[in-house]
Every structure is written in structure tokens, then in C-alpha cells.
């Protein structure tokens, strides 16, 4: 299945070699197949599409941070944020990116910004409440959201 969506989506890329989703969708096939360095050249092209928005970014992101090129995946994935449009996805990877760095403030902020456009992302709430013991919102006591004073480790 792999071979004929990888011949497909080439087959896409001759008629627009500009076409950015075809690009995403062929990294994600070649990621699948254990090409990553192919995947990544794929995401760089796809960057250069305005049409992918933010997207092509984070996939480019979580290939970075799964390969644990951390500083390669804040690059990227700080791109995205800056091109937009706000996407949950990339803010996600980014968290944990900042959080894998040791960054717990940083990561912190982004997953917050995540919640805002999402607050329904139960998985990642739950997550900040065991972790940070983040409060369901923020109180004029506790302004941080961090719930009983606490901080994250790293602040």
C-alpha cells in the first residue's frame, strides 16, 4: 500500500511540484517506511507553500523531536508558530520538546496557548493537572494556575 501511495503522490508532485499537501502526505508515507531523511527533505519543501500553513511545520517538528533533534524541532516547530495559523498540534510537539530541553516554564506557556484553542484536549489537561497540578482556571490567588502555590520544576 505504501509503494503505490508513495507512486501516487509523486505522480502528484510532477503535475505541481509546489504542492505542498502532497508533500506532507509523501513524508508521512516515507516516516512510515523508516525514510525520515527523505521524510524531512519532503517537510522542507512543503514549508515553502503557503498553503500548508502550519502544518508542514509540526510534521517537520515531530520528526525532529522523534529522532531527538531537539533544537532542530524548536526550530521548526517556533517557525510554524510564527507562520500560523495557531495549531494544536504543533503547540503539543513543541511543549514536549521544551519539556524534553528542561524547559518546564516554556513548555508550560505553549501547552496553555494549546488549551486555549482546545480546551477539550482532556489527555494533555490531565496530564498538566498531574504534572504542574494545574487548576481547572486560574485564581486571582494562584495566577499561574498551578494550584497550591506549586511551580513547575525549572521555574
Do not use: C, H
Not at 37 to 58: I, K, M, V
Not at 75 to 93: D, F, H, I, S, V
Not at 134 to 141: G, Q, R, T
Amino acid at each position: 500500500r505504501y509503494v503505490e501511495a508513495e507512486r501516487l503522490l509523486r505522480r502528484a508532485l510532477e503535475l505541481d511540484a509546489d504542492y505542498g499537501d502532497a508533500r506532507i502526505n509523501l513524508s508521512l508515507v516515507l516516516s512510515a517506511t523508516g525514510d525520515l531523511d527523505a521524510a524531512r527533505d519532503e517537510l522542507r519543501l512543503a514549508t515553502n507553500d503557503p498553503r500548508t500553513g502550519s502544518n508542514a511545520w509540526a510534521k517537520l517538528g515531530a520528526i525532529e523531536l522523534e529522532t531527538g533533534y531537539l533544537d532542530e524541532a524548536i526550530e521548526a516547530l517556533e517557525q510554524g508558530r510564527r507562520t500560523g495559523p495557531r495549531n494544536t498540534e504543533l503547540l503539543n510537539y513543541l511543549g514536549e520538546a521544551y519539556r524534553r530541553m528542561g524547559l518546564a516554564d516554556r513548555a508550560l506557556e505553549v501547552w496553555r496557548e494549546s488549551l486555549a484553542i482546545n480546551p477539550g484536549q482532556t489527555r494533555l489537561r490531565e496530564y498538566l493537572e498531574r504534572e504542574f497540578r494545574m487548576e481547572e482556571e486560574p485564581s486571582a490567588a494562584d495566577p499561574e494556575g498551578l494550584g497550591a502555590g506549586r511551580r513547575p520544576p525549572g521555574s
